[in-house]
């Protein structure tokens, strides 16, 4: 089994910045595809961005140039970086992994959420 904790969600005014954290612990043999979807009220959840163990990242339209992602493989984190925030950020974001094991199965993981309120 596999946790994930996420922090660093909160209240921020337009244009401000989050800094989002995600530590992964647990049986885990080799974590490939770390990320953050997020989902807004009455919305469906959403990709914002995903980086692999070889640190190629991908962003939603949505946030590219504001958002960034980074992962630190020794300590199974990955982090999101939420810059020029928009009230449209507005939702519940949630940090998932795919975790590989040692017989070559793989399952993804997502956290509780945390939620990021942009307003003034």
């Known amino acids: 089994q596999v946790q994930l904790v996420e922090s660093g969600g909160g209240l921020v005014q337009p244009g401000g910045s989050l800094r989002l954290s995600c530590a992964a612990s647990g049986t885990i043999f080799s974590i490939n595809k770390m990320g953050w979807y997020r989902q807004a009220p009455g919305k469906e959840r959403e990709l914002v961005a995903t980086?692999?163990?070889?640190?190629?990242?991908n962003y939603a339209d949505s946030v590219k140039g504001r958002f960034t992602i980074s992962r630190d493989n020794a300590k199974n984190t990955v982090d999101l970086q939420m810059n020029s925030l928009k009230p449209e950020d507005t939702a519940v974001y949630y940090c998932?992994?795919?975790?590989?094991?040692?017989?070559?199965?793989?399952?993804?993981?997502w956290g509780q959420g945390t939620q990021v309120t942009v307003s003034s």
């Open positions: 998932t992994v795919v975790v590989t094991y040692s017989n070559g199965n793989y399952d993804t993981y």
């Open positions: 980086i692999n163990r070889g640190y190629i990242t």
